[in-house]
């Protein structure tokens, strides 16, 4: 799958990896959670403004090609996609710990 995703040039969608911490400080669990669920959700956005924005500059007649808006908006879908699969898979493992007996 991940060779399908490089062919189609989707750049932009890195791993998930957490931020190093910076100084002395280090930031508990639940804020590098945060940061990277809000990262994620950032690239997705930008991923869907880039296809809104294709899509606008091809229906007033500007230089871009049918392909290129094509392209933009299985970028946007396969982001989407990922997105939406990951957070599933978030959702059922918190509620896999909900169901535990301690």
Known sequence: MLD???MLGLKGVAPIVPPAPVGEAEPSSGDVFQSV?????NRVEQFQLGS???TDRFLRGEEEELHQVVLAGQ???VAFELFLGVRNKVVSAYQEIMRMQL
Not at 37 to 41: G, V
């Open 75 to 77: 970028r946007a879908d």
């Open 52 to 54: 809104q924005q294709s």
């Open 4 to 6: 399908k995703i490089s």
């Open 37 to 41: 669920l809000t990262d994620a959700i």
